[in-house]
């Protein structure tokens, strides 16, 4: 959605799927590791979590289009509403 802005490879690196998608892994694995910390979840299973969030793995490209629109609905989110 956004690759016509980054023109180069290293804004492609920085902005491209795998690093939008490690950004969110990089998250959840902070989540892990705050939960842990306070007694949320087990040591072990943040280390689990933390251990799976790495987005080098082969996953099929992003989706490029906007979601498809229902006949007469605005949107097809969660909040969707047919009018």
Do not use: K
Not at 1 to 23: H, I, K, N, W
Not at 47 to 57: F, P, T, W
Request: net charge neutral; with cysteine.
């Amino acid at each position: 959605m956004l690759e016509m802005l980054f023109t180069t490879d290293a804004m492609r690196a920085a902005f491209g799927d795998v690093a939008r998608v490690q950004g969110m892994l990089d998250f959840e694995a902070g989540l892990a590791r705050a939960e842990a910390a306070v007694g949320v979840i087990p040591a072990a299973a943040a280390l689990s979590i933390v251990q799976c969030c790495r987005a080098d793995v082969d996953c099929p490209p992003l989706p490029r289009s906007p979601p498809e629109r229902r006949p007469g609905g605005r949107h097809q989110g969660g909040v969707s509403r047919n009018t």
